[in-house]
């Protein structure tokens, strides 16, 4: 399994009440099981959850399908309300959950 | 185009059909478990799409709906349907009014042309509908990604 990692995106520096975009791309095979001739059969193994959770509360939330394309990329809008940490919280099939933040300076 | 062939030998036994495929429900089924006997409006929402896409396997779209996104008025829930894909509930994103603005994007796999559907819920009981329709030249299907 290769490691977990996720390109999260947000700008340097905001002034409170700002609309910010965020984006996310999650290294990911968003594998769909397809059983098809020519190909071996895997289980399916998507990232089915992505959330976004940012002073105090959950801000954004993803549910992702096999019809999300590998290397799942979101991007979403949030208000800068604070200075703090916007995490990014990512679950695969299988349970496994993955976490990475990125600061978000509000002045 | 496992999942597609399945189905289409077998349309009259859905269910065998998307067990077969691995798929979880038909496109229909998808839609009213989230319309829920409500009319939808359409408009409101702006879908951006390219027009015509080379490979299926990696779609943008971006999705823009209109609204205060106050806590009293704001999007709660958007919806995105390919009515043609083995899977036809690609994604749902559930917003609040910390979002600020209710637009969000993504990257999709789209089976074959078809018109992408995109259902918007609201905190106040709306639900707007828009279509958009992508051409897709190699689809995602067995090609890999």
């Known amino acids: 399994m290769e490691p977990a990692a996720a390109r999260i ?82 679950i695969e099939d299988g349970g496994a959950v993955h976490r990475q933040a990125a600061r978000l300076t509000v002045s | 185009m496992a999942a597609a062939a399945a189905a289409a030998v077998l349309p009259t036994s859905p269910t065998t059909a998307r067990a077969q495929a691995g798929t979880a429900e038909s496109f229909e089924t998808a839609q009213q478990a989230i319309v829920r006997g409500r009319t939808p409006r359409t408009g409101g929402i702006a879908i951006d799409m390219p027009p015509l896409s080379e490979n299926g396997n990696s779609v943008d779209v971006s999705i823009r709906v209109d609204s205060p996104m106050t806590a009293a008025d704001h999007v709660r829930a958007i919806h995105v349907l390919s009515p043609k894909n083995p899977h036809p509930r690609v994604a749902t994103f559930h917003l609040g009014p910390r979002a600020g603005r209710a637009e969000v994007a993504t990257r999709i796999r789209v089976a074959t042309t078809q018109s992408i559907v995109v259902l918007a819920e609201t905190s106040t009981g709306a639900l707007l509908r828009a279509e958009r329709e992508v051409i897709v030249v190699l689809g995602a299907c067995v090609e890999g990604g």
């Not at chain 1, 995106?9 to 791309?25: F, H, K, N, S």
């Not at chain 1, 001739?37 to 992505?50: S, Y």
């Not at chain 1, 959950?58 to 096999?66: N, T």
């Open chain 1, 9 to 90: 995106t947000v700008p340097q520096a905001a002034r409170r009440g700002e609309i910010v975009e965020v984006r996310v791309l999650v290294r990911h095979p968003m594998e769909r099981a397809i059983d098809a001739p020519g190909l071996t059969p895997r289980p399916r193994r998507i990232v089915h959850t992505i959330r976004a959770t940012y002073a105090g509360e959950e801000v954004f939330r993803m549910d992702l399908s096999p019809g999300i394309a590998a290397n799942p990329y979101v991007a979403f809008r949030t208000l800068a309300v604070e200075s703090g940490d916007l995490v990014i919280e990512w």
